[in-house]
């Protein structure tokens, strides 16, 4: 049986969530490490709304035919948007408003509170992922 039959799509996402906060957590660490190099501008990895339409058109695409993408030179349905799995988010910019004299454009209280933020949604889903499958052990065990 497919994990998928047991959770629905909670286990992909969980997982697909910690995994792209992990990329996240990197791309900051990044730009903390490049806070003295001059002309760096600082990035990060904008996902949660792609993950959110994904999750959106995964589950309008239920009850409609649906067809695979087995080569990259496939064009999608029109309304079908790629599952989950296929979210690897975006990396984007985020300059500082007053960059520094040397050009470098990282403002280290930003950038910690972005850390913060994405360690605490980290530890949320594996909190959330561990529930699951305590779930799935209680009721393996009949208790």
Not at 70 to 83: D, E, F, Q, S, V
């Amino acid at each position: 049986m497919p994990i998928d039959g047991i959770f629905g799509s909670t286990i992909e996402l969980l997982s697909k969530n910690i995994d792209l906060r992990a990329k996240n957590h990197n791309q900051i660490s990044a730009n903390l490490a490049n806070a003295e190099t001059p002309n760096y501008v600082p990035s990060v990895l904008s996902f949660e709304g792609e993950l959110r339409d994904a999750l959106k058109s995964q589950s309008n695409n239920k009850n409609r035919a649906t067809g695979s993408l087995t080569n990259p030179r496939h064009i999608p349905l029109k309304g079908m948007a790629g599952g989950v799995s296929e979210v690897h988010g975006t990396v984007i910019q985020t300059p500082a408003a007053i960059p520094g004299r040397d050009g470098n454009a990282v403002e280290m209280e930003q950038e910690m509170g972005n850390l913060a933020s994405n360690q605490i949604m980290f530890n949320a889903s594996v909190q959330m992922l561990n529930k699951k499958f305590e779930g799935l052990k209680l009721a393996i065990k009949g208790q």
